[in-house]
């Protein structure tokens, strides 16, 4: 297994278009990202984000990207070291 980058994005379940539209977005700038949903909890769509490990850290310029569109009720939280392929 490779190391990689990961965030959790948190939502509320009202959201969920804006956000796919997002991260479909977000796929297309950052083609490595992985991501996987999580189950939903307490009204919320929970999402993990991965990128491949690399030194010129694509998940730093994508934390900016998507600072830009975050709202007051989203969570990114992130990013965290791991093991691609372990969530």
Same mark, same amino acid.
């Given at each position: 297994?490779?190391?990689?980058?990961? &965030?959790?994005?948190?939502? #509320?379940?009202?959201?969920?278009? @804006?956000?796919?539209?997002?991260?479909?977005? %977000?796929?297309?700038?950052? #083609?490595?990202? @992985?991501?996987?949903?999580? #189950?939903?909890?307490?009204?919320? %769509?929970?999402?993990?984000?991965?990128?491949?490990?690399?030194?010129?850290? #694509?998940?730093?310029? &994508?934390?900016?990207?998507?600072?830009?569109?975050?709202?007051?009720?989203?969570?990114? &939280?992130?990013?965290?070291?791991? @093991?691609?392929?372990?969530?």
């Amino acid at each position: 297994m490779s190391r990689e980058y990961c &965030f959790n994005l948190t939502v #509320p379940l009202e959201d969920i278009d @804006r956000v796919d539209e997002l991260l479909v977005q %977000a796929k297309q700038n950052y #083609p490595p990202m @992985r991501i996987s949903r999580k #189950p939903d909890r307490y009204g919320c %769509a929970r999402f993990y984000l991965s990128f491949p490990f690399s030194g010129n850290r #694509p998940d730093l310029r &994508f934390q900016e990207w998507f600072s830009e569109y975050l709202e007051e009720n989203w969570d990114l &939280f992130g990013p965290n070291p791991g @093991r691609w392929g372990l969530i």
